[in-house]
């Protein structure tokens, strides 16, 4: 059987609800800690859905880097402490750096298309503003491939994106005003989003310029307006079976409209070192063909010909130029031409198909674990008519794309209603 295109399940998996938690807030200035964070979302977010918690039957957990940043593992077993339903429960933890939310979800919805369970819990978190940010900076760096790359560096990541810059400089070409206003536009729609980081961020005129006052260099042409936050932050989602959905939804007067349906998916992982990465992909027309793969894969899961199929995309933007990479692979435009999608206004809230209504890991903030789970909460929110100022009209399937590493691991949802 060829790996890349299982054969598809029967059994629907429905997104009944969930929460995150202010991704502006320092817990630790708080004088709380990661348990702290995990609690309060998952009650959170079981008001949200309407359950209890004698009602989850398993529970995942996304985690990047809690052993380094907070020197705790086993944080699946944290649930337990939340209620006393919870003492017993199955649950797990999942990594894959900033993917990690995202495998969670896809081990959670393979158990309900199993049959195992009918109510799973999935919960994404990650506490990061408890030290310097160089020391912060340092941990994230463990998704690199340490003694291999960037070991020179002094900050990884921004010079890991530099260097994807560079590259697809030198194969399409790349003006900096494309990923200027890509950054403008994720903070524009932070904004309007009450759980965002930088909501209350203030710019001036010369913010997305190539200003050094306003617009210092990080690395390379990489600025810091270019540059996604260090964030404290969880999410959670609530997945249950169809059999489950009817049921609660008729329990609680609602339909099956009321919830989330996840129509397709796709997962592909890729060499881990970025230049072995950028050779392979030399002669494609894609400079990462396995994320262009795990976006097809979702598409084609969910029975759509293209992405102009879909209403939105929450997607991963841990840089512009993140962002900027992912759109061709998306398929709005050719590879290499991102550009025109961006100069055309495609991707504004009022565009033919909004990025990032919800300010992305730009505006709105990337704790890194829960970013994948909160995609699907916000990708919830659109195909259900709930998601406030972030709306995007008429919206009723949803993408989302989700990335651990330099373009390592790659997961894609699409989200329709149910």
């Keep these: ?23 502006a807030r320092n817990w630790t200035r708080e004088g709380l800690d990661v348990y702290a964070m995990m609690r309060d979302t998952m009650q959170a977010g079981l008001a949200d859905a309407r359950l209890e918690a004698k009602d989850i039957e398993c529970a995942h957990v996304g985690n990047f880097v809690a052993e380094l940043f907070v020197g705790q593992g086993m ?14 429960l199955p649950t797990s933890r999942h990594e894959a750096a900033c993917a990690s939310g995202s495998i969670a979800l896809l081990a959670a919805s393979a158990e309900i298309e199993a049959g195992r369970y009918d109510v799973v819990a999935v919960l994404g978190v990650e506490l990061m503003r408890n030290v310097h940010g160089s020391v912060a900076a340092d941990h994230l ?14 900050y990884v990541w921004p010079a890991a994106f530099d260097r994807v810059l560079d590259a697809y400089d030198a194969r399409y070409g790349v003006n900096y005003d494309h990923l200027s206003r890509i950054a403008e536009i994720a903070f524009d729609n932070a904004r309007s989003n009450p759980n965002a980081q930088s909501r209350g961020w203030r710019f001036d005129e010369r913010s997305f310029t190539e200003d050094d006052t306003s617009n210092p260099v990080v690395t390379g042409r990489l600025r810091r307006q270019d540059c996604g936050q260090v964030t404290d ?51 494609d027309d894609y400079v990462f063909p396995e994320v262009r793969g795990t976006v097809q894969d979702a598409l084609r899961r969910a029975g759509l010909v293209d992405i102009w199929q879909v209403d ?11 962002e900027y990479a992912a759109i061709d692979h998306l398929g ?37 674990g829960a970013t994948g789970v909160r995609m699907m909460l916000d990708a919830m929110h659109q195909v259900t008519g709930q998601a406030g100022p972030l709306q995007v009209d ?13 373009f390592t691991t790659s997961v894609s949802f699409v989200v329709e209603a149910g």
């Excluded at 059987?1 to 991704?23: E, I």
């Excluded at 944080?75 to 017993?88: H, I, K, N, R, Y």
């Excluded at 991963?316 to 130029?321: G, P």
Aim: glycine share 12%.
């Design 312 to 322: 939105a995309v929450e997607l991963h933007d841990c840089f512009s130029m993140t």
């Design 141 to 154: 760096g463990a998704a690199a491939w340490k003694g291999r790359e960037f070991d020179d560096a002094q």
């Design 332 to 368: 709005l435009t050719a590879p290499g031409q991102s550009w025109q999608a961006v100069e055309e206004g495609v991707i504004e809230k009022t565009g033919r198909l909004p990025i990032n209504p919800s300010g992305g890991l730009i505006g709105c903030g990337h704790p890194v």
């Design 1 to 23: 059987m060829n790996h890349r295109h299982p054969r598809m399940s029967r059994n629907a998996v429905y997104v009944l609800g969930g929460a995150q938690s202010d991704f």
């Design 75 to 88: 944080l699946g077993a944290m649930l337990t402490a939340m209620d006393p339903a919870f003492v017993g």
């Design 394 to 406: 008429g919206a009723k399937r949803v993408a989302t794309l989700n990335i651990g590493g330099a």
């Design 233 to 283: 932050g969880a999410a959670v989602v609530f997945l249950a079976s169809e059999a489950y959905a009817r049921r609660h939804a008729a329990y609680h007067g609602r339909t099956l409209a009321d919830f989330g349906r996840i129509a397709g998916f796709g997962h592909r992982t890729s060499l881990m070192h970025l230049e072995s990465k950028l050779a392979h992909s030399r002669n």
